[in-house]
């Protein structure tokens, strides 16, 4: 087998934690890190800037490790940050190595040669959505059918304008699940939850489910919540102890339908 | 990052040929191969099961090798056969590790535990579609738009019945390059040629198809060639000529719609 091109010299590959995990659902956090290693520099950004939003999704890693334990679920998550790639972008989107993200210029992505968007395809991408499916795929094969969560974080103030949602559940192409969680969450939480909000499938924020469940046919949500809810590790705890029993609930409910079907 | 599973020692990962190509297409050819590694001794079959077409799809790596000199295309293909573990479908599918084929029993496949299941889907499935992937997702990187089409080969007679269709066009969601393929064919060949015959994605063999192209949108076609045209290498290289036109034909179509739309 010949390699098509050299590989580069770093490979971000992705961490696993709870490898082991006996529950359905996987969790997925493709924005945990505002790591931007070495090779990279500082993208052009002050260290505030490095450290908003525009970097990584603020408090998503946290709760999903809350998530993790509460649910016995694996959890995947990429090492470094959105700006030197975005794993829940294919390769051709904007969004993958954003020039601009919200108000800030990203002077380091600015112009990115082919060769470039190949090196961080294969830095980073690709080590991410190979094991990713790797995980998945095996525990297909073990008779088991896993769920696929991913969760993300938004901020509360965009492009100036103030965001009223605090627990947003999007779907691909099949709603069942986001549904069910939707249905929990407004039974038994306070949260203003919203389907399919900040964001849909339509502004092309679905690639991780698309990739890893879709095609396999596996039930599907990402989960976004308002970050100022999940500032602190005891925030991030709380708010993993409100959203552990609605992805149970919902599994549930999934479960009835499935067997009613 | 710790592994889910211990690594099973052998690994089979597919044969690229003509890696740096750079023409669109990405050939994929699943069932090139009848080889039954030692591990699996015979799996139960005679030699001239061995050579039939439940084993693999005769022909079809000869045509797939005669496309890609034509067009300039890179070409993927698995080097075991589909009885171990056929890379067209996932782990949960029955026809992943059959235990019939047709009118044949799979004696080695009856009673496959979930660690087997689990061994052959990380010897064979995961580095095959690893490999693909990684194929693809560098090509997107670069800025091309990959156009992936499978190759494939029926058998003339299945469970007693002839087949008259000789050259079948099967599409996944995405209809419109098995459409243009299906028309240039129509227009350019004797061939007898139809759509979605002799099986549909609704008989769950497009898994390639929906895992490598769906989510990228990128175009894409499953093509089925009767094996009694394809018999001999004068035959592969007959069929080649005459389809690699074709294929370049629907490219054109294709082409010409994504700038009219």
């Known amino acids: 087998m010949r390699a098509s091109v ?63 334990r509460r649910l016995d679920a694996v959890l995947i998550h990429a090492p470094v940050s959105r700006l030197v790639y975005d794993c829940n972008r294919a390769p051709d ?5 954003p020039s601009r993200s919200e108000v800030h210029d990203i002077p380091g992505n600015a112009a990115i040669s082919a060769e470039e968007r190949l090196a961080r395809t294969q830095s980073v991408y ?11 795929v095996e525990r297909i094969a073990r008779g ?16 100036g304008q103030s965001r009223s949602v605090e627990f947003g559940v999007i779907h691909d192409a099949d709603p069942s699940y ?12 306070n949260l203003r939850v919203e389907l399919n909000a900040p964001y849909s499938a339509a502004d092309d924020v679905t690639h991780s489910l698309r990739v890893l469940a879709t095609p396999y046919g596996l039930p599907n949500a990402m989960l976004e919540i308002r970050n100022d809810l999940i500032g602190s590790p005891e925030a991030e705890e709380a708010m993993a102890e409100a959203l552990a029993p609605v992805l149970n609930m919902g599994l549930v409910e999934i479960q009835k339908q499935a067997k009613a079907g």
Chains 1, 2 share one sequence.
């Open 6 to 68: 050299k590989q580069p010299a770093d490979l971000y590959p992705p961490v696993i934690e709870n490898a082991d995990a006996s529950g359905r659902i996987v969790l997925v956090c493709e924005h945990a890190s505002n790591l931007i290693p070495p090779r990279w520099g500082d993208l052009g950004l002050s260290p505030d800037q490095r450290r908003a939003h525009i970097a990584w999704d603020p408090g998503a890693l946290g709760l999903a490790r809350g998530l993790a």
């Open 93 to 97: 989107m904007a969004g993958a190595m």
């Open 126 to 136: 690709l080590p991410f959505h190979n094991a990713a499916h790797g995980l998945i």
């Open 144 to 159: 088991q059918r896993p769920v696929i969560v991913t969760i993300h974080s938004f901020t509360p103030v965009y492009f």
């Open 178 to 189: 986001a549904k069910a969680i939707l249905a929990a969450a407004q039974a038994t939480t």
